[in-house]
């Protein structure tokens, strides 16, 4: 299966080993033309004000739009600002997920942190998460098919799944636990076009 990996900026390397782990063929996007022939799309952790831009630059915000409507995509951290309908401030946005975004809402690099979660649709025990100024989900729309994966111990949304569309706060791609990789691939075999 071929899976594009949004290639502007970020830790898109990460992503792509990761998919080469669990056998999938990783693809890098910077053009719009590079998402033809593609199964699903990730776009990973960065800062997603220079991911917005770029890809404004590079005419990609429509074909994105219209790529997430038929295909699976999945936003780590960057990416999940990225896919979000409100983030409470202005910059470019994909605008695709009735969620509501707090960015760096646990402060500054040094406030990293790292958790063990338990998210829904992951057997096997918890998933050690690793937040780097990291977001925080504020709001979902449940009515919109808007779903919750997983929470921190205090509450904090931290993954939502909306229909094909799945984002995360943290970067499973920096740990070497590929099962939320493994579960984003089901979703690409399973999704109806
Ligand atoms: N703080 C970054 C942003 O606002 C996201 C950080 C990350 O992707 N690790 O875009």
């Not at 990761?18 to 033309?33: D, I, K, Q, S």
């Not at 100024?133 to 709001?139: F, K």
Request: aromatic residues 6%; negative net charge; contains cysteine.
């Amino acid at each position: 299966m071929k899976v594009g990996v949004l290639a502007l900026q970020g830790d898109f390397l990460e992503h792509e080993k990761m998919l080469n782990a669990v056998g999938a063929e990783a693809v890098e996007v910077r053009l719009p033309e590079h998402l033809n022939g593609l199964e699903a799309l990730i776009i990973p952790g960065g800062e997603s004000t220079t991911i917005g831009k770029l890809a404004s630059k590079y005419r990609l915000v429509e074909p994105l739009r219209e790529f997430a409507t038929q295909k699976p995509v999945w936003g780590t951290c960057a990416g999940m600002i990225f896919l979000a309908k409100d983030i409470g401030r202005e910059q470019p946005l994909l605008g695709l997920m009735d969620i509501k975004v707090n960015r760096n809402a646990f402060g500054r690099q040094i406030n990293s942190f790292e958790a063990d979660l338990d998210i829904q649709g992951i057997e096997g025990g918890p998933f050690h998460a690793v937040f780097i100024r990291a977001p925080l989900v504020t709001q979902v729309d449940a009515n919109a098919g808007v779903e919750v994966l997983a929470r921190l111990d205090d509450g904090g949304i931290v993954a939502v799944r909306q229909g094909h569309l799945l984002a995360t706060a943290f970067h499973p791609e920096l740990t070497s636990d590929t099962r939320l990789h493994e579960y984003f691939l089901k979703l690409a075999t399973l999704s109806v076009r």
